[in-house]
Nanobody, 121 residues
Framework: QLQASGGGLVQAGGSLRLSCAAS????????MGWFRRAPGKEREFVAA????????LYADSVKGRFTISRDNAKNTVYLQMNSLKPEDTAVYYC????????????????WGQGTLVTVSS
């Protein structure tokens, strides 16, 4: 089970950190990722991180502004979002994949409930 938190309202240029806590003892074996769904759009990939934190992947739209990280001891994955833009407004979802590492939504097996991020201009 995945529980995302940390969303809220922020002005453009501001920062937020999202957290996603996972239950169970297999967190370290999971590939973790963040996706988002903006109003009226399909859900899209944001970032992913390998099991052992030595590899990360980002969508071009967030590269250089967002950082994904994980703490396997706390069963938690984070998304640090800096220099936020109004177009980052979306519901953000964390996902977990058992075996495939990448940006494809269908590779993720488990999903959290989402947390809303609103960036005002």
């Amino acid at each position: 089970q995945l529980q995302a938190s940390g969303g809220g309202l922020v002005q453009a240029g501001g920062s937020l950190r999202l957290s996603c806590a996972a239950s169970g003892r297999t967190f370290g074996s999971l590939i973790m990722g963040w996706f988002r769904r903006a109003p009226g759009k399909e859900r899209e990939f944001v970032a992913a991180i390998m099991r052992s934190v030595d590899s990360t992947l980002y969508a071009d739209s967030v590269k250089g502004r967002f950082t994904i990280s994980r703490d396997n001891a706390k069963n938690t994955v984070y998304l640090q979002m800096n220099s936020l833009k109004p177009e980052d407004t979306a519901v953000y979802y964390c996902g977990a994949a058992r075996s495939m590492y990448g940006s494809r939504e269908q590779w993720f097996d488990y999903w959290g409930q989402g947390t809303l991020v609103t960036v005002s201009s």
